[in-house]
């Protein structure tokens, strides 16, 4: 592929931009300076960079971010800042989408990708991806509300009661819980619904990803290979 077009597809700008950077001298591959444009490269391991910041070659982008609160998953916030703002404007170039919304005050594991059937894998209604939360509650917690949880509490506007997949206490006002379904709110209506109120909720794991707990609040990074696999155990589909 052609420089210009290696910067193009990694979110470099227009092509007009991307030719401008190579002729400012701006981007280097082997650690020399490329000035040409048109300069053929295999993308495969290809890493080049750019005012100096390394890069590597991605034929898709697969990032999670450690959502802070006061950010909203949305191009077009309305009332706080875009978690879009989080990350480099490259990356948000590629048209990247949150895999699934967190609420504005929800904090942790946000995945975040520009491939299509990715996206959509994992946001499916029909593929049961676990995820898990640590939710602070407003009240002390109790079996009966723990068991509530793990029956299935009726939600507002809902047919048939939700069940979490799994639900622990892990302090007085601390509770884990596990849920497939990505409902809006859902698990601050569960706990609702439960007789108690959520006060905080944090995201710590999509299937077996967990969070790295040296991956600061507005922090992103790439998944690697080891992350992508943790997360496709995690997707298999319901049989029928
Ligand atoms: N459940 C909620 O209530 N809010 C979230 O942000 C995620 C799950």
């Known amino acids: 592929m052609d420089l210009e077009s290696i910067l193009f597809t990694q979110g470099f700008g227009s092509r007009r ?36 910041a390394p890069w590597r070659y991605r034929e898709r982008a697969y990032a999670m971010l450690n959502k802070p609160a006061g950010y909203e998953c949305s191009r077009e916030p309305q009332h706080h800042h875009s978690v879009f703002s989080l990350l480099p404007p490259q990356l948000a170039a590629r ?31 029909k593929r049961k991806v676990p995820k898990t939360y640590l939710a602070t509650t407003r009240h002390p917690l109790d079996e009966l509300q723990l068991q509530a949880l793990r029956d299935g509490v009726l939600l507002h506007g809902e047919k048939t009661p939700i069940a979490a997949a799994a639900a622990a206490m892990r302090d007085e006002r601390q509770l884990e819980i596990t849920v497939n379904e990505g409902k809006y709110h859902q698990v601050k209506r569960m706990i609702a619904a439960a007789g108690n109120r959520c006060e905080a909720l944090h995201r710590e794991r999509i299937g077996s990803l967990a969070l790295p707990p040296d991956l600061a609040p507005g922090a992103w990074q790439w998944l690697d290979e080891a992350q992508l696999q943790a997360l496709r155990g995690a997707s298999s589909p319901t049989p029928a």
């Open 17 to 52: 931009q991307c030719r401008a950077l190579i002729a400012q001298g701006r981007v280097a591959v082997a650690g020399g300076v490329c000035l040409d444009a048109d300069a053929d490269f295999a993308v495969e391991d290809f890493t080049f960079e750019v005012d100096r």
């Open 95 to 125: 048209g990247v989408q949150c895999v699934g919304r967190l609420d504005e005050d929800t904090t942790g594991l946000l995945l975040l990708s520009d491939d299509g059937q990715f996206v959509h894998t994992y946001t499916s209604p």
